[in-house]
């Protein structure tokens, strides 16, 4: 099992470009969770899903859009990329076990610059 | 506001010795808390849980214990080695399934050989 993947590892955009970061999951899991981490704020959610063509949103959703057409695959979108949005974005699933005792499993991380 | 928070950004301690990382909650609908460990330019990843029905987990070198009095938990690590150093997030849910964690900013631990 590959667990969680993301594509791409890094990507560099100029301020107003867009760009699609894909999450793979091979785990059958029902939820899956994007995240970004800056210095100093820990991990904080953005979008999530708990199931097939659901979408939720989280802490911190402007600026990002997200679907989930298909139960492995978690897409998370920029529309217009802005500096603010430097960041390095975690993707992550879980069972979705109906219980608060779900554990997440995170991907390697995807580094994101916008100039 | 901050409902899960780990108040030292950074922690050292010698090999061998002890390392202790705290986190305290808000939310009295918490009842599930875990540890996640993440090394430089990776995922982070699962270490060690407890429900709020226990008030202590263990496992190897890992203990989490848990004062839901006092909101506020622990993680323990006995003997700390090199390769423990990482950053260390506390994560709390709770009140339903579909609540997603929420996530402490985060304690670096150094561990000093």
């Known amino acids: 099992n590959a667990g969680v993947t993301q594509t791409p590892k890094f990507r560099v955009l100029k301020t107003g470009q867009s760009m699609t970061l894909l999450c793979a999951q091979d785990m059958n899991h029902e939820y899956m969770y994007w995240y970004r981490q800056d210095p100093g704020m820990g991990l904080r959610l953005i979008h999530y899903?708990?199931?097939?063509?659901?979408?939720a949103k989280g802490e911190v959703p402007d600026g990002y859009n997200v679907s989930r057409l298909k139960k492995q695959n978690f897409l998370l979108g920029l529309e217009s990329a802005a500096p603010s949005q430097t960041s390095v974005y975690f993707c992550?699933?879980?069972?979705?076990?109906?219980?608060?005792?779900?554990?997440?499993?995170f991907g390697p991380g995807t580094r994101l610059t916008v100039l | 506001d901050q409902q899960v928070k780990q108040n030292s950004p950074s922690l050292s301690v010698q090999e061998g010795r002890i390392s202790i990382l705290n986190c305290d909650y808000t939310n009295s609908m918490f009842d599930y808390f875990l540890w996640y460990k993440k090394y430089p330019a990776e995922g982070p990843t699962f270490l060690i849980s407890i429900s709020s029905i226990k008030d202590k987990n263990e496992d190897g070198r890992f203990t989490v214990f848990l004062n839901k009095s006092a909101k506020h938990l622990s993680l323990h690590i006995v003997p700390s080695q090199p390769g423990d150093s990482a950053v260390y997030f506390c994560a709390a849910s709770g009140g339903s399934g579909n609540t997603p964690l929420v996530f402490g900013k985060g304690t670096r631990l150094s561990v000093i050989a």
């Open positions: 992550a699933s879980s069972k979705g076990s109906g219980t608060s005792t779900d554990t997440q499993y």
């Open positions: 899903s708990v199931g097939e063509g659901t979408t």
